[in-house]
């Protein structure tokens, strides 16, 4: 039995019974939109942020701005200001929310246009471009900000890029249908994105199988987000363990793929899921990772993409 990273964080016979328990820990990744709610975010325990557009929570979040990054880095320019981020930022490249449902009648012409996550010749060289000037800009960090590092294999260490491309193929009567994932695409912006790791974001639920989950491990993704399914993932609880035990196990060809546990996950419910990623995660020896995903957002009309703090310190004291 190989001795993998995550093994060894859970070696019993080197492990007091107080490390063994910080072994169980589950890292809280959480969804921002504006440079100030990631160092909130930071504030109250996560341990990492997905950083999207401002004003993009309801199309499920887009491409932020680079200025958004830049202010978050001038924001933390002094090592000693207690503003300093020291967690992994990810950046999600995602040119447009979902189009609207009566596109689909109505774009013929593209019908990459009528599908959530099937994207034009003209989207794509806009994803394209995004990475290139976020890789350019100098303020992305490609190792854990704060010491001591995950082990360098880790894809919870430094800054990276969240992205996702399906594919679709024209049927019967011009009907057009998500198929899978679109590798010749997804290959190329993960070599683009190198040496910055890339997470799969949710377009996989609407293809979550094992044999996907292997497939983004052979593109070169380091982990993916996902609900489990179409739905949330306390309802594809069942789904989401397969999927872990799979991306754990030190015999399957996606070991080493980073789940990300996320989809309506708040703090009544993330102690389920929790539980879930711990039996999944410690059964096996793969060298695979773990982590939830929540945007823990106030509920206010007035304050919409504002953190619940109230609702993410709950949440983080129960991953602990």
């Known amino acids: 039995m190989t001795q993998s990273a995550l093994r060894s964080s859970v070696d019993g016979s080197s492990s007091s019974s107080s490390s063994s328990k910080a072994s169980t820990a589950i890292p809280l990744e959480v969804?921002?939109?504006?440079?100030?709610?990631?160092?909130?975010?930071?504030?109250?325990?996560?341990?990492?942020?997905?950083?999207?557009?401002?004003?993009?929570?309801?199309?499920?979040?887009?491409?932020?701005?680079?200025?958004?990054?830049?202010?978050?880095?001038?924001?933390?320019?002094?090592?000693?200001?207690?503003?300093?981020?020291?967690?992994?930022?990810?950046?999600?490249?995602?040119?447009?929310?979902?189009?609207?449902?009566?596109?689909?009648?109505?774009?013929?012409?593209?019908?990459?246009?009528?599908?959530?996550?099937?994207?034009?010749?003209?989207?794509?060289?806009?994803?394209?471009?995004?990475?290139?000037?976020?890789?350019?800009?100098?303020?992305?960090?490609?190792?854990?900000?704060t010491p001591p590092p995950p082990p360098p294999s880790s894809p919870h260490s430094g800054d990276g890029f969240v992205f996702g491309i399906l594919r679709a193929a024209a049927g019967p009567g011009g009907n057009d249908d998500v198929v899978g994932i679109d590798e010749h695409r997804c290959r190329e912006l993960v070599a683009l994105a190198s040496p910055y790791p890339c997470v799969f974001h949710r377009a996989f639920d609407q293809i979550a199988s094992r044999e996907n989950a292997q497939l983004l491990a052979d593109l070169g993704f380091a982990g993916v987000l996902t609900s489990g399914g179409l739905g949330n993932c306390v309802d594809n609880k069942a789904s989401v363990g397969r999927l872990l035990e799979a991306t754990t196990s030190s015999s399957s060809s996606s070991s080493g793929l980073e789940v990300i546990v996320g989809g309506g996950l708040r703090r009544d419910n993330i102690q389920v899921m929790a539980e879930q990623v711990r039996m999944s995660s410690l059964s096996t020896c793969g060298s695979g990772r773990a982590a939830l995903h929540t945007a823990a957002l106030n509920s206010s009309s007035r304050h919409h993409e504002e953190i619940d703090e109230d609702e993410l310190s709950a949440m983080v004291a129960q991953l602990r």
């Open 31 to 145: 969804a921002v939109f504006s440079a100030s709610a990631a160092l909130r975010a930071q504030a109250l325990g996560a341990a990492r942020v997905e950083l999207n557009a401002p004003n993009s929570y309801a199309l499920g979040g887009t491409t932020p701005p680079l200025s958004e990054l830049s202010l978050l880095r001038d924001e933390s320019s002094s090592p000693s200001s207690s503003s300093t981020l020291k967690i992994p930022v990810r950046i999600m490249i995602r040119p447009r929310g979902p189009p609207p449902s009566s596109s689909s009648s109505s774009s013929s012409s593209s019908p990459a246009a009528a599908q959530d996550f099937v994207y034009t010749a003209d989207e794509f060289q806009r994803m394209k471009t995004s990475i290139r000037r976020f890789k350019a800009s100098g303020l992305l960090v490609a190792s854990a900000h």
